[in-house]
């Protein structure tokens, strides 16, 4: 995600390679992203930090402790950090820098991957609005973003952290529906995976609720309102909703273990 955010703000011209220090202890990879993005590399998490104005912490909730354990004492009130480990809270990371480093949250998802992310930002107590929209300008560069009371994150995290792999279940399972009609394979998911693609970007370009968009394509008697109640009869709404939920508990979970 690190390197889809980076990516992004190259291509959208948001800062130049030469202005970018990136802290990897692997070497191939390290070797991996120079030779890409021609931006400075580097082994040190105080190293990258120390001279930079924003510093992107793109870890596993896993590692977080130690990292910030690292870049207290180096990032204080001239630092804006910026975190995109799940379920780390902006209190956690407040109380292992030094007083006075402005921090923001973000929930951002895999889509960023083609430029079609959605991203929730939450600020710290030291962040600023001038810091949120900042923050909101490199994130749009890899898809759309929400600046929302961290009491929402996890929910975020729920919905769109998580969401992607709702949509591909239902790709995939939308293809061996086709398979089983007698389509080929690739066909199938392709077209499956258009048919979901179109019709999320008919609701967001249209504005109109989804359940006004699906009376739309449900003639009276015909094919969409049988196939609508096979869906309901297995309960899929609930079970959508069942799954956004457990994911919201579970970030919960991860952000105080």
């Known amino acids: 995600m690190g390197e889809v955010i980076l990516k992004g703000m190259l291509e959208k011209k948001l800062a130049s390679p030469e202005t970018i220090t990136v802290s990897e202890i692997d070497r191939e990879r390290r070797d991996h992203v120079q030779s890409i993005y021609g931006v400075k590399m580097v082994e040190s998490n105080t190293a990258a930090a120390s ?25 204080g009130a001239s630092h ?5 480990a799940a ?21 951002p998802n895999t889509p960023a991957l083609v430029g079609q992310g959605a991203s929730a930002i ?12 900042l ?11 929400a600046v929302v009371d961290e009491k929402l994150m996890d929910a975020f995290t729920g919905l769109s952290g998580s969401g992607p792999a709702y949509a591909f279940i239902m790709i995939e399972a939308l293809s061996d529906a086709g ?11 392709r077209f499956a995976a258009q048919t979901l693609l179109g019709a999320a970007q008919l609701c967001l370009e249209t504005g ?6 699906k009376d739309m394509v449900t003639s009276p008697g015909g094919t969409t309102i049988a196939a609508v109640k096979e ?27």
């Open 87 to 107: 379920g780390i809270t902006l209190e956690y990371m407040e109380s292992r820098l030094d007083a006075g480093t402005r921090v923001v949250r973000v929930m």
């Open 51 to 75: 001279d930079a104005g924003i510093v992107l912490l793109a870890v596993k909730p896993q590692i977080m402790a130690s990292v910030l354990n690292e870049l207290s004492g180096t990032c």
């Open 122 to 133: 939450a600020a710290g107590t030291a962040a600023t609005s001038a810091d949120c929209t």
């Open 135 to 145: 923050v909101q300008s490199i994130l749009d560069a890899v898809g759309i973003t």
């Open 179 to 189: 398979v089983l009609m007698g389509l080929a394979r690739a066909t199938a998911q």
């Open 208 to 213: 109109k609720h989804p359940g006004e968009l």
């Open 231 to 257: 869906l309901e009869k297995g309960k899929i709404r609930e079970t959508l909703m069942n799954a956004v939920v457990a994911a919201t508990r579970r970030s919960r979970e991860l952000g105080s273990e």
């Open 80 to 84: 804006l950090i910026v975190s995109i």
